[in-house]
């Protein structure tokens, strides 16, 4: 990002490149939507990737709304033999969906929360905060009959008092190092190549399984099989964790 200031007339670039200097070396730079956030390192953090050097990738999907596209997705993955991933669910789909979320528990997969209420939670005061995260808890406990620890903002949205309350409350927040920007329908191979392009070992992946997106079980056979024969295993967020200290980058795509 090039920023410019005007001081009488004159653009001071160099005092910005300064001053980013100075807050690099406080904190970690979070740059969304085009404002810059400084985090002490000693505060809870989201986990964007894994840094390590096994060819080891997450497929994450997140679910807030229908009943059409879930199961499709769901079908290419066993027809795949792909027996780990990460669904975020929110707490009002899991409720309204009671069947659905039952086959992705006994395909094994890793099942995180995706909130209740489907708000940018960073606009709430911190007892809202609190209540959001609480109810969807108790909801997707009840649905899958264990406690979640994993959960995806919705909208990815957060801000330093969202990390800090969601760790209080035992949670990590899980976001993505590469968009598949399924959610805009962007057409089957721009998909693919905007996963195949950006995949890395150690990678999160954005998709997901609402009624919203259209060619996600298009695309996800070729992704899965073009990363098989480059040599990837498919492992749930939790497993990749396992691997090493997280990564904490700045993201660049935002869902909606």
């Known amino acids: 990002m090039n920023y410019f200031y005007v001081l009488n007339g004159k653009k001071i670039k160099q005092y910005l490149t300064i001053f980013v200097a100075v807050i690099f070396a406080a904190g970690i730079i979070y740059a969304e939507k085009g404002n810059i956030s400084v985090f002490s390192q000693n505060e809870p953090a989201a986990i964007y990737s894994i840094p390590t050097e096994k060819k080891l990738i997450a497929l994450t999907f997140d679910i807030s709304w229908g009943d059409k596209r879930a199961e499709p ?4 993955l066993k027809e795949k033999r792909v027996t780990n991933a990460t669904f975020f669910i929110s707490s009002p789909w899991a409720k309204g969906n009671p069947e659905i979320v039952k086959k992705i528990k006994e395909a094994g997969f890793e099942i995180g929360s995706h909130g209740h209420k489907h708000t940018n939670y960073s606009g709430l005061s911190d007892e809202e905060i609190r209540k959001q995260i609480q109810t969807a808890h108790q909801i997707i406990s009840e649905a899958i009959g264990q406690e979640p620890n994993l959960i995806r903002m919705p909208n990815g949205d957060f801000d330093k008092r969202v990390l800090k309350i969601a760790d209080e409350l035992k949670y990590k927040v899980i976001q993505w ?3 598949s920007l399924d959610w805009k329908n962007i057409g089957t191979d721009n998909i693919v190549n905007r996963v195949l392009d950006k995949a890395h070992p150690g990678d999160i992946v954005l998709m997901h399984a609402s009624d ?3 060619q996600t079980h298009e695309a996800l056979p070729v992704i899965i099989d073009r990363l098989k024969a480059d040599g990837y295993q498919f492992v749930t ?7 090493a200290q997280v990564s904490k980058q700045p993201v660049e795509d935002k869902t909606t």
């Not at 997705?73 to 290419?76: A, D, E, G, R, W």
């Not at 967020?237 to 691997?243: H, K, S, Y």
């Open 237 to 243: 967020v939790t497993q990749l964790m396992e691997q």
């Open 73 to 76: 997705i769901l079908n290419v």
């Open 177 to 179: 190092d590469t968009d």
């Open 212 to 214: 919203s997106v259209k």
